[in-house]
């Protein structure tokens, strides 16, 4: 009997479901007699909004948990911007499904040898010599912090309560030292913080130091405040090769970041996970929900001309964490890489192609 994987595909607004019809087109072309993926389609942010009044339904936050992975486009856009923020707002569809999964830890790969990196040698308004050798990953925790802190919204007062446990910090500073630890010989860690001005940052150090001390000494660990981290990346951003560590808001802001470095969002993906496959303290495989790191991008949507690019590397993400298919993974970043050197390319890497061309190519070159 052939094995199914059961793919919860969430294309969202904007941009969304036209990038994600291309990655959905790559998945497709991973089926065999032997391996069928079972795809069920669902709304979330603004349009979910639109058609069931809530921007992430019940049934859509347990198909994700029922599901073997998920892939996730993009959410929000003008159209809502004034209606609702915050978790009933479009992007609030995304941060809830977050947290119903546990996805704790986002992975967001920024790497020379990557397909993303590798057209930056044309089209990067880095210096080549500046961004050449760059590898790094932001490992960025993804269900606390400002994010899911208390609010209060008045008139002419608004707070965000930025606030850390102990055992969150803890779990994904794990996480970011088995990524080191993936690497031979194993990566440092590059762990951001405000811990000269937050509370929140001074336990962020005291807890990644105490963990990485007692149960990951092998691996380097250093501490770097956020905002030079900010400058560090946008001058010598070798010096950053490694994994860098990062409570939400500051994982945000860098992996945005990184963007600089390829000239565009749309080559970057990302994966958010609540433990690697090989963790032997899951009892199932881990929950994977793989998005891009750019947003809806409402200005360039229908036109046929955003970049397919960091959708389908989601798919390779997804192989590679949630499906155990490795050579699948790495055909997908071949097959990229091919056609982005080819100069079949959209508009944001200088070029001419439309979304659906893009994706063609990059299914001819599988
Ligand atoms: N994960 C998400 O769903 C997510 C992430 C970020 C922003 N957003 C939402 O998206 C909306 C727009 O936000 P923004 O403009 O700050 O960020 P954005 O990432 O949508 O766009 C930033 C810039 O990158 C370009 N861009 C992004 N993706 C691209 C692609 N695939 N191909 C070509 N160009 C691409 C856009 O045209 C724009 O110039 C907002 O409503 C925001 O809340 C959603
Ligand atoms: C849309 C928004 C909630 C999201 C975030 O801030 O996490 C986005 O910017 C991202 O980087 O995935
Ligand atoms: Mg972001």
Same mark, same amino acid.
């Given at each position: 009997?052939?094995?199914?994987?059961? +793919?919860?595909?969430?294309?969202?607004?904007?941009?969304?479901?036209?990038?994600?019809?291309?990655?959905?087109?790559?998945?497709?072309?991973?089926?065999?007699?032997?391996?069928?993926?079972?795809?069920? %389609?669902?709304?979330?942010?603004?349009?979910? $909004?639109?058609?069931?009044?809530?921007?992430?339904?019940?049934?859509?936050? %347990?198909?994700?948990?029922?599901?073997?992975?998920?892939?996730?486009?993009?959410?929000?856009?003008?159209?809502?911007?004034? %209606? &609702?923020?915050?978790?009933?707002?479009?992007?609030?569809?995304?941060?809830?499904?977050?947290?119903?999964?546990?996805?704790?830890?986002?992975?967001?790969?920024?790497?020379?040898?990557?397909?993303?990196?590798? $057209?930056?040698?044309?089209?990067?308004?880095?210096?080549?010599?500046?961004?050449?050798?760059?590898?790094?990953?932001?490992? &960025? !925790?993804?269900?606390?912090?400002?994010?899911?802190?208390?609010?209060?919204?008045?008139?002419?007062?608004?707070?965000?309560?930025?606030?850390?446990?102990?055992?969150?910090?803890?779990?994904?500073?794990?996480?970011?030292? !088995?990524?080191?630890?993936?690497?031979?010989?194993?990566?440092?860690?590059?762990? #951001?913080?405000?811990?000269?001005?937050?509370?929140?940052? &001074?336990?962020?150090?005291?807890?990644?130091?105490?963990?990485?001390?007692?149960?990951?000494?092998?691996?380097?660990?250093?501490?770097?405040?956020?905002?030079?981290?900010? #400058?560090?990346?946008?001058?010598?951003?070798?010096?950053?090769?490694?994994? $860098?560590?990062?409570?939400?808001?500051?994982?945000?802001?860098?992996?945005?970041?990184?963007?600089?470095?390829?000239?565009?969002?749309?080559?970057?993906?990302?994966?958010?996970?609540?433990? #690697?496959?090989?963790?032997?303290?899951?009892?199932? &495989?881990?929950?994977?929900?793989?998005?891009?790191?750019?947003?809806?991008?409402?200005? +360039?949507?229908?036109?046929?001309?955003?970049?397919?690019?960091?959708?389908?590397?989601?798919?390779?993400?997804?192989?590679?964490?949630?499906?155990?298919?490795?050579?699948?993974?790495?055909?997908?970043?071949?097959?990229?890489?091919?056609?982005?050197?080819?100069?079949?390319?959209?508009?944001?890497?200088?070029?001419?192609?439309?979304?659906?061309?893009?994706?063609?190519?990059? $299914?001819?070159?599988?």
């Amino acid at each position: 009997m052939a094995q199914t994987f059961k +793919i919860l595909v969430l294309p969202g607004d904007g941009i969304g479901p036209e990038v994600m019809a291309e990655a959905v087109k790559v998945l497709k072309a991973f089926e065999t007699s032997g391996r069928k993926f079972e795809l069920r %389609q669902e709304l979330i942010g603004g349009c979910s $909004i639109d058609a069931t009044g809530k921007t992430v339904t019940d049934e859509v936050k %347990q198909a994700a948990l029922d599901s073997d992975a998920v892939l996730f486009a993009a959410v929000g856009g003008p159209k809502w911007d004034n %209606q &609702r923020r915050g978790l009933d707002g479009p992007e609030g569809g995304l941060l809830q499904l977050r947290k119903a999964m546990d996805i704790y830890a986002n992975l967001r790969p920024c790497s020379s040898t990557s397909p993303s990196v590798s $057209i930056a040698k044309e089209f990067s308004p880095f210096r080549q010599d500046v961004i050449e050798g760059v590898d790094f990953v932001v490992v &960025r !925790e993804n269900c606390g912090g400002a994010y899911f802190g208390r609010k209060v919204e008045e008139e002419t007062y608004a707070m965000d309560e930025w606030g850390y446990s102990e055992a969150e910090i803890q779990r994904v500073t794990r996480l970011s030292a !088995e990524v080191a630890l993936r690497h031979d010989p194993p990566w440092p860690v590059i762990s #951001l913080d405000k811990a000269n001005v937050l509370a929140s940052s &001074r336990l962020w150090r005291r807890v990644v130091d105490k963990t990485m001390a007692t149960e990951y000494p092998q691996v380097k660990l250093v501490h770097q405040l956020a905002d030079s981290a900010s #400058l560090i990346l946008a001058t010598n951003p070798r010096s950053l090769n490694g994994v $860098i560590l990062a409570d939400n808001t500051f994982g945000d802001m860098i992996s945005d970041q990184a963007g600089s470095i390829c000239g565009t969002l749309g080559v970057l993906p990302s994966a958010s996970l609540n433990g #690697l496959p090989e963790d032997k303290t899951l009892k199932t &495989r881990p929950y994977g929900l793989y998005e891009p790191t750019h947003g809806s991008a409402p200005t +360039i949507a229908g036109q046929n001309i955003a970049n397919p690019v960091a959708m389908i590397l989601c798919v390779a993400l997804m192989f590679r964490y949630s499906l155990n298919m490795e050579a699948e993974a790495q055909r997908v970043e071949d097959a990229v890489r091919k056609v982005l050197d080819s100069g079949s390319r959209t508009p944001d890497l200088g070029g001419k192609a439309g979304t659906i061309e893009v994706g063609d190519a990059i $299914i001819s070159a599988l």
